[in-house]
């Protein structure tokens, strides 16, 4: 939106210039690879994660490309040679991707996304995969806890001031995906089509001489559906103010101070008795899912979600890895590749990604490691495949996953699969990973 | 960078929209207004803040407008009327700014920013303002404690992979604010004049045949300046082969997992007892500002930090708030205002911020409340002013607050600052803040 100097090509952490400089001068940019996106655990105690990005990497990838001031700065700086910078000039990304579609959970190991390319077209991805990947599973994440938590009662994402300007935008789609009704970020609406809320804040109220002028004023412009904002002074009083200007057709009021579940008590009682029972109360202020939680039996209409949401909610980052899991060796053919790093050590071989089904009921996630004795072709039985295809040979193939029809479709990826997950799966507290992880490389027994 | 739909104006809350509708129709919308941006607390146990993003927000600042296209969305969405859609088309702000210089601390109620303006002109940024402002300070804040933790070793900041991908450029350059030396991020780079580092990854020592084959290809690209990663297989062997590889001339090795107190200190004995006495011992892994403290005693030479420093190392937003402080009243008289809700009252009126020093060390933070009976127009003896203009009836005034200057000089601010606080300041541990904030609205007793 800013114009920025650079393309999203630089979006890049220099060391995978510096790789591809060195693997063109010896001959290894060509080796085809395998790298896989994994999560090697979820964060703090969570049961799942939530795949989403995957439709704004694709927006992303269909125009990544160097520009020619970006390549002449990588030259200058020193960060590329003249073979490189050459290379760069006619970069673009003509390898492949297949993923999990947005929307799906994951559990640790996942394949989210799985890029076949040669090293030099692979390498390049790594940051920008993870940044897109890594911030929005986050929110995704927390996300899929709120709305599971509100059990059905819409939630509504406000957090925008509380993130970077386009994180926000990001993050609102993110929380869609997750089963959220609405954003108050208008950029996330236009870019996206995410239905928008958002009335008046207190600045509104203290602007004018008194309440009743705010109240008048923003009923005359918004119509008795808006939703009025009641605790800037003494709720009881503004709420009475509230009626008798709207009448009993006030859309809602919101709650964004004190204790919500209390106030949303008294509030719900107080319309009631003026007539105005259809009335709904919206409560906004420091929620997270455990608040949220805990209002479950308070009469609320609505929640708005800030903080915790964009910031996932203790957990800001996926911890996603982007890894070289295979690649061409001398002769020509392909090798599974791990690192042995203590805490860190990686499984090679590109892996075949199914959920386990039990009924309608998932119980594992199945990985068949690709060339090994496990995977002999055919599909699991009583398990439905995870990945789909996403690019081929650098063109977009999968329908329907960016813009606002992505959202719509992750949106309703993520509650189907969401519902197929055991109970425990719901539980706000710590635990394990809701499904277990089971990596096939050795030939079935028979 | 990415070719969006939609203005920067658009980073913002839909109840900004309405709150202009409705106050454009009842005649307040002309009404003289003064906003302030401050912290009703420091995120968790923190003993001060770190004023970042304010270089960034005049940048998109002074080119802030509506297009066509926004408005027509606005109209069609139902966001704003037509009277309403009329005054988007010409509107920009026309406001003053003023602000702590990036780079300055802060501690509860200082007011980094004041915005001054009619309510139409100065409701519009409170989204903005505070996105830019909540996620450069969270990053800056983190990033300081941990270039205070490093003790003038250097910090190189590696995050971008594990936050939004503009948020990553951001987060760069909040970082170098607070002290960081180089950031692996390229887009930052090229913005912002930050120096890049990054040589190679565990990816490309896999790529290789072995890893003699891999550390060859990168000497033979970077010379044996660069800095081999040597724990992919066995650390010992990987020291080993570097150094006969590369020479007592080797830069640096990087360790990126284990113990990395007791690693660094074992390549240390093993660098030196092979000669290469310069070769630097660089760690990166996991690291916050704990970790960095804990390994003040360990043979590093540097570290390099990237999730916790991407996500302010657990307080991921600044929680700053934007807040009308003061508004002509309808005789046009300008009145302080102030909500009354619980938990999150405000102090009314604008104020005037001061450091109180004694000698070269600060003491307190004294903000005298404009027009109140404190305010007498004269400096607060013994403090030095925090507050410099940055923008005036719509044009940024201040110099080099932008671009690579911008960082320069906020950078140099932050040091200074920081160097000015009581001891406790650099202690990690959950605190008070380090500073007690005095607001002065009383005449002073004589």
């Known amino acids: 939106m800013v114009a920025a100097v650079g393309s999203a090509a630089l979006y890049t952490d220099r060391y995978e210039l510096t790789m591809l400089t060195a693997a063109l001068a010896d001959g290894t940019a060509d080796r085809r690879c395998v790298f896989e996106v994994f ?3 979820l964060p703090d105690g969570r049961r799942y994660g939530v795949v989403a990005g995957t439709g704004r990497l694709l927006e992303q990838l269909a125009d990544l490309r160097f520009d020619e001031d970006d390549v002449a700065w990588l030259q200058a700086e020193g960060v590329v040679d003249a073979r490189t910078a050459d290379h760069l000039r006619g970069w673009r990304f003509r390898g492949s991707v297949e993923g999990y579609p947005e929307g799906e959970v994951y559990v640790p190991g996942s394949p989210l996304l799985t890029v076949r390319g040669t090293f030099a077209e692979a390498v390049l991805l790594e940051t920008l995969v993870l940044s897109v990947l890594n911030h929005d599973s986050a929110v995704a994440a927390a996300a899929s806890r709120m709305t599971s938590a509100a059990d059905g009662r819409p939630c509504l994402e406000m957090g925008s001031r509380r993130t970077h300007e386009e994180a926000a935008v990001a993050a609102a789609r993110a929380a869609a995906v997750a089963g959220f009704s609405a954003t108050s970020n208008l950029a996330a609406g236009r870019r996206y089509g995410i239905p928008t809320v958002g009335t008046a804040a207190h600045a509104f109220t203290l602007l ?18 808006t939703t009025l904002l009641v605790d800037t002074y003494d709720v009881e009083a503004a709420v009475a103010r509230a009626v008798a200007l709207a009448g009993p057709d006030l859309g809602a009021v919101r709650l964004d101070s004190g204790d919500l579940g209390e106030l949303a008590t008294q509030v719900r009682a107080q319309l009631d008795a003026l007539g105005a029972s259809r009335t709904r109360v919206v409560v906004t202020s420091d929620l997270d899912e455990f608040a949220v939680a805990a209002l479950a039996a308070a009469p609320v209409d609505g929640y708005g979600v800030g903080t915790s949401l964009v910031t996932g909610s203790g957990a800001p980052t996926a911890g996603l890895v982007y890894k070289l899991v295979a ?11 791990a690192k042995a790093s203590p805490g860190k050590s990686t499984v090679a071989g590109a892996k075949r990604a199914w ?11 199945v990985l068949v490691v690709e060339g090994s004795a496990a995977d002999d072709g055919a599909p699991v039985p009583g398990a439905r495949p995870l990945q789909v295809p996403l690019v081929s040979d650098g063109v977009v ?3 329907g996953t960016t813009g606002a029809d992505g959202v719509r479709r992750a949106a309703a990826r993520h509650e189907a699969s969401r519902a197929e997950l055991p109970a425990q799966a719901r539980r706000l507290g710590r635990g394990e990973p809701c499904l277990p992880t ?4 050795a030939a079935p027994s028979r």
């Open 39 to 41: 999560a090697r655990r």
């Open 208 to 225: 004018h001489d008194d309440e009743d002028a705010a109240f008048r004023s923003q009923l005359a412009a918004q119509g008795a559906g």
């Open 327 to 337: 690649r061409e060796d001398a002769s020509g053919a392909m090798r599974g590749v």
């Open 355 to 365: 959920r386990e089904m039990d009924g309608d009921a998932a119980v594992a996630e």
């Open 397 to 399: 193939v999968a329908g």
């Open 438 to 441: 089971e990596v096939r490389s």
